[in-house]
């Protein structure tokens, strides 16, 4: 650790029923698996001292923050630019469903080289990986230079947690297909507010 350097704990929240639907955007609840995930989760951090706890503003960030805080006394703040990528008209249909009517979408994507894969969009009015990830890191290095010395908890959501770690030279797009990041798991990294580096992964399983 370095003289200004925050501390920051990125987790992502348990099991939801979003999960089981597979369904963009939507703002589901956790499973009753999501909540034991969130006990067993905040059993972890129970001996780690925590500053302040943040959140998207989405219910399964929310309630898993909760959970976790209620253990240090500590009220959920929510940030909304911690919230997962957004979808545009996407927003609300399953995958499945979409894969089919963008097809042609999909099978561009695979074709460009990871520059231009950062500035796709399936649809004009969703987000693209880039946006999604300025604002994710934005973000946390706004948090960093707002609490110098401090250890922050923040519950986000996996798609900005595999662009983080591809942004910080961690792993690969490919390394991290699939279910690379576990609910509950985290990553730990140091931020001066301006810079960011990974100290420790938990429940990431990076493929070789």
Request: glycine share 8%; hydrophobic share 35%.
């Amino acid at each position: 650790m370095q003289h200004n350097d925050t501390t920051i704990y990125i987790v992502r929240h348990g099991q939801s029923e979003g999960s089981i639907s597979d369904v963009y955007g939507t703002d589901p609840d956790l499973t009753k698996k999501g909540v034991q995930q969130a006990e067993e989760t905040a059993d972890l951090f129970a001996s780690i001292h925590l500053d302040h706890v943040f959140a998207s503003k989405l219910k399964r960030a929310q309630h898993m923050a909760a959970i976790i805080a209620g253990r240090h006394t500590l009220p959920v703040e929510t940030v909304e630019d911690l919230r997962e990528p957004y979808y545009g008209k996407l927003e609300g249909r399953g995958r499945k469903e979409v894969k089919e009517a963008y097809k042609e979408r999909f099978q561009q994507r695979k074709t460009l080289t990871e520059q231009q894969r950062m500035q796709f969009k399936i649809v004009e009015d969703m987000e693209s990986d880039e946006e999604a990830l300025m604002r994710f890191f934005g973000a946390l290095n706004q948090l960093a230079a707002a609490n110098p010395h401090k250890t922050l908890l923040v519950i986000s959501h996996v798609p900005l947690m595999k662009l983080l770690l591809m942004h910080l030279g961690f792993a690969t797009r490919k390394q991290l297909d699939g279910e690379s990041i576990e609910n509950g798991g985290y990553i730990k990294v140091a931020s001066n507010g301006k810079e960011m580096r990974i100290l420790e992964t938990k429940g990431v399983n990076r493929k070789d």
